[in-house]
């Protein structure tokens, strides 16, 4: 009895010191030390001037437009106005801009980007951005890429695979329309030219609340187009 209690204190001393050690091996995760450096991945970037330099001077930047209805002046833009926010770049040196959108979450390298308000309503309507591509054959690729996020009508799909269109010119452009496969509305538009190296993918994302009614997205899932009469406020 008394060599276990004159010992008993040092075993658990032993025992805590080699926990000791042993925590100095294992593996930990480093945290934000400043609430600044905790809202670098969520903060939103800027449409004015002063945010669009900042946007091309950090090479990218990132845009929360999850709910539909983003005020204008939230992204630096005045409040009922019509107004086009236009970012260009060489392009040899893109940018690259996240966008949280209703339903879902791209990243696109481009070198022209843009985002519209409209004075009739209070927020964002439209974000759009150009990719190029080279030659016809990554074009035809491109577009497939594109049908298989966002998921376009039968009948446009068919009327490019065709290339009945080509027949008309040398150069031309297409519309594949709106495509909702993955909640979010987006609208692709091609610029083709024959013979060419570059030819060029202009897509939109409509961010306007009508655009994410049910019935809004079933006609669009249909027929590549929002219904006539459609109210892009919603209402």
Known sequence: ??????????LVLALLIAL???????????????????????????????????????????????????????????????????LATDVDKPVEITLVLPHDTLTVKTSDFKMSTYSTNSFVDTVTWFESVDGLDALDAAV??????????????????????????????????????????????????????VQVLQFSALIAPGYYKPEVQAEIAEHGRAPIGFNAEGE
Not at 1 to 8: A, I, V
Not at 31 to 50: F, G, I, L
Not at 145 to 157: C, D, I, K, P
Request: glycine share 10%.
């Open 1 to 10: 009895m008394g060599n276990k209690s004159r010992h008993g204190p040092l």
């Open 20 to 86: 000791a050690l042993a925590s100095c091996s294992l593996p930990f995760q480093t945290q934000p030390n400043t609430a600044e450096e905790t809202s670098v991945t969520t903060s939103t970037s800027m449409m004015d001037k002063a945010g669009i330099e900042k946007i091309k001077a950090d090479g990218g930047g990132r845009f929360d437009l999850s709910a539909t209805s983003v005020p204008q002046e939230s992204v630096g833009l005045p409040a009922n106005a019509n107004e086009v926010a236009y």
């Open 144 to 197: 497939a890429a594109a049908n298989e996020r966002f998921g376009f009508s039968s009948t446009n799909l068919a009327a490019w695979d065709t290339k009945d269109f080509m027949s008309e010119g040398n150069k031309g452009q297409q519309s594949l329309g709106m495509g909702v496969k993955n909640g979010t509305a987006v609208y692709l538009k091609v610029y083709w030219k024959k013979d060419s190296p």
